[in-house]
């Protein structure tokens, strides 16, 4: 897909992201990266910026980069209307090829964005170059397990209805015909692209993973 078709996916995926079971993984992408506090913090596919307000208040600086123009008017309008302007910025921009200088955050997300790429080293390298030296990534995964089957099966066992459960099981189609990651798979990814300190955390029930990982000092 390319930046014009997901102008049309506004509301939908602002939507998903105010969904029970994202808003949960947000959460916990919050908690696993810790503090903010004087960090330049980056989203790579930010969407409507809303896992950037997570650390708002405490990130030194936050910017938010999207393929969709109109997801990043979304996130702009968003941080207006939460008075973060003045320490946020928003850019249409894609994962593979980053309009930043190397070394220039302290942290950087993609929690919807990666696996979608045809080949997700690419974007994952581009991301290793803006980081700082100790800098950390978080990225947020589908798993081997991931399926409309499995996603459907997870949806009832919990709960989950209506448009949460439409965008669950969407999030999944899209997946199973991309990249899918074991925990030793994305552990190997990161190794080769020279990061260290790589922990990973199942969510969803395993049908997807949080993958933190610092950059290698001097890499």
């Known amino acids: 897909m390319n930046g014009e078709e997901f102008?049309?996916?506004?509301?939908?995926?602002?939507?998903?992201?105010?969904?029970?079971?994202?808003?949960?993984?947000?959460?916990?992408?919050?908690?696993?990266?810790?503090?903010?506090?004087?960090?330049?913090?980056?989203?790579?596919?930010?969407?409507?910026?809303?896992?950037?307000?997570?650390?708002?208040?405490?990130?030194?600086?936050?910017?938010?980069?999207?393929?969709?123009?109109?997801?990043?008017?979304a996130s702009i309008q968003q941080f207006f209307y939460h008075e973060l302007s003045g320490k946020s910025e928003f850019l249409v921009a894609d994962a593979e090829n980053l309009p930043f200088k190397e070394k220039t955050f302290d942290l950087a997300f993609s929690t919807c964005v990666m696996f979608l790429l045809p080949d997700p080293a690419k974007g994952i390298r581009e991301?290793?170059?803006?980081?700082?030296?100790?800098?950390?990534?978080?990225?947020?995964?589908?798993?081997?397990?991931?399926?409309?089957?499995?996603?459907?099966?997870?949806a009832k066992e919990n709960g989950i209805s209506g448009f949460e459960r439409t965008a669950l099981l969407k999030w999944s189609n899209v997946s199973t015909r991309r990249h899918r990651y074991t925990e030793n798979e994305m552990t190997g990814l990161l190794q080769d692209l020279h990061f260290t300190e790589i922990k990973h955390k199942e969510v969803l029930g395993g049908l997807a993973i949080i993958s933190t990982a610092k950059k290698e000092q001097n890499s």
Not at 129 to 136: A, S, V
Not at 137 to 147: G, H, R, V, Y
Request: glycine letters at 10%; charged letters at 25%; one cysteine or more.
């Open 7 to 73: 102008d049309e996916l506004v509301s939908f995926f602002d939507g998903m992201a105010r969904t029970t079971w994202l808003k949960q993984i947000h959460d916990t992408l919050k908690d696993t990266t810790g503090s903010w506090t004087d960090k330049e913090v980056l989203d790579v596919g930010c969407g409507t910026g809303r896992l950037l307000l997570r650390g708002a208040e405490e990130a030194k600086r936050l910017v938010g980069v999207d393929l969709s123009s109109e997801m990043v008017k």
């Open 127 to 154: 991301i290793h170059r803006i980081l700082n030296d100790g800098g950390m990534i978080a990225m947020l995964n589908p798993t081997e397990k991931m399926s409309q089957e499995t996603a459907a099966s997870y």
